[in-house]
């Protein structure tokens, strides 16, 4: 069992940045790729990041590419998302999410979620 605890989030400005920490309970972390989504109010939870078990491969969402960036630290158990250039479509709750795999698959499910954390950005 792995719990996932998302922090970091808040109000910024537009233009501003955040930085999202997610950290993993347990000593399997570096068992899973990791992810992180978002929902906004009324729309589906898309995924926006992914990030391997090592660190060494990610991808984006064109709708994030070039401003956010997914990190980790295995050592300790925790994967980042940084977050610079926000706009106020980037308001929602952003989750961060755990799959048992080196790599993420889109097709798969998610075997672990964090609670949420919530990002509002103002105009």
């Known amino acids: 069992q792995v719990q996932l605890v998302d922090s970091g989030g808040g109000l910024v400005q537009a233009g501003g940045s955040l930085r999202l920490s997610c950290v993993a309970s347990g000593r399997t972390f570096v068992n899973y790729a990791m992810g992180w989504f978002r929902q906004a109010p009324g729309k589906e939870r898309d995924l926006l990041a992914r990030?391997?078990?090592?660190?060494?491969?990610?991808s984006y969402a064109d709708s994030v590419r070039g401003r956010f960036t997914i990190s980790r630290g295995n050592a300790k158990n925790t994967v980042y998302l940084q977050m610079n250039s926000l706009k106020p479509e980037d308001t929602a709750v952003y989750y961060c999410?755990?799959?048992?795999?080196?790599?993420?698959?889109?097709?798969?499910?998610?075997?672990?979620w964090g609670q949420g954390t919530q990002v509002t950005v103002s105009s």
């Open positions: 990030i391997n078990w090592s660190g060494s491969s990610t």
């Open positions: 999410a755990a799959q048992r795999s080196t790599f993420w698959y889109d097709e798969r499910p998610v075997d672990y």
